[in-house]
């Protein structure tokens, strides 16, 4: 009787055991354990910097043992930080019914990449001992994030220890872009004395880029000479300019309203054979009536390899 009833007690512990056996046959050693094998074309896909998902999945494939081909699964997991070649890391991921992954990268070349560069909306020119909110002048744009103005950050590197005082001074602005790349320009900043000018220069461009060996003339910048709210042109706007550039006088040009230009004289460090960052400074003088006006105005050229 003992041993019947020692069999009663064993019967569901086998049986127990026996579906424990089972289930881990059937959910365990049968489990989808390996990730599908992803298969790429070429090792360097060369894309423009506009190019959408679909052109940075190309030539990438998927298969998986038991779901088969799992393209339509890939994704792209991370795009590296750009190399100074424009050359990336691209990084994708592909994915099974089980959930298994597998990751493959390669070399991404953008064909049209350039660096962010700089723009500057008006003349780096304060007063001494005047509010100067120099990052409103700086902005910067990128072919991949486009406007990157609220970005940029700028650094006194000049000796001086405040923008305060009159002289010339350097900063150095820098911004970052969402590759990683970051660009600096060092720029001068023109502090005066408040009673150094009494109109001002204002030109088509304050910060220009042009390419290596490239022809420059700094004249072609020269826009307005303001006086209060008034403005008189000093470009080929009107033909009825007459304009002085260093001492040259053109006769069948005039200002009018009683205006004069007396001189124009423009300062050029520019060297479009060597890269760096220089400087155009003009300063002109006009006679209204009695009285005789002054305005200043800078232009910074960026000449690129």
Known sequence: MKKKRRWLVLIPLILCAALTAAYTFLFVVNQDI???????????????????NEQLLKGVSAWDDVDQDVSDLIVIEDISEIASDSTAKITYAAFDASGNVAKTSRTLQYTDYTSPHFLQKRAL???????????????????????????????????????????LHTIEFRVTNSMGETVRISLPVDVVESDAYNASVELSDYLVYVPLQSEFDGENYLSLLKIGATEYALDDSD???????NNYVNPDRYIGSGATIINVEMN????????????????????????????????NVVVEE
């Open 34 to 52: 390996n990730p599908p094998v992803i298969h790429v074309d070429d090792e360097v896909l060369k894309v423009s910097v506009s190019a959408e």
């Open 125 to 167: 020119v304060f007063n001494a001992n005047s509010s100067m909110d120099v990052l409103s002048c700086i902005g910067a744009e990128d072919v991949l994030d486009g406007d990157l103005s609220s970005k940029v950050k700028g650094t006194l590197i000049s000796d001086t220890v405040s923008l305060s005082y009159a002289g």
């Open 239 to 245: 033909d009825s300019i007459r304009t002085y550039v």
């Open 268 to 299: 050029s460090t520019v060297n479009t054979s060597v890269p760096g960052v220089y400087s155009v400074t003009y300063t002109v003088t006009l006679e209204k009536g009695t009285t005789e006006y002054v305005g200043y105005s800078r232009l």
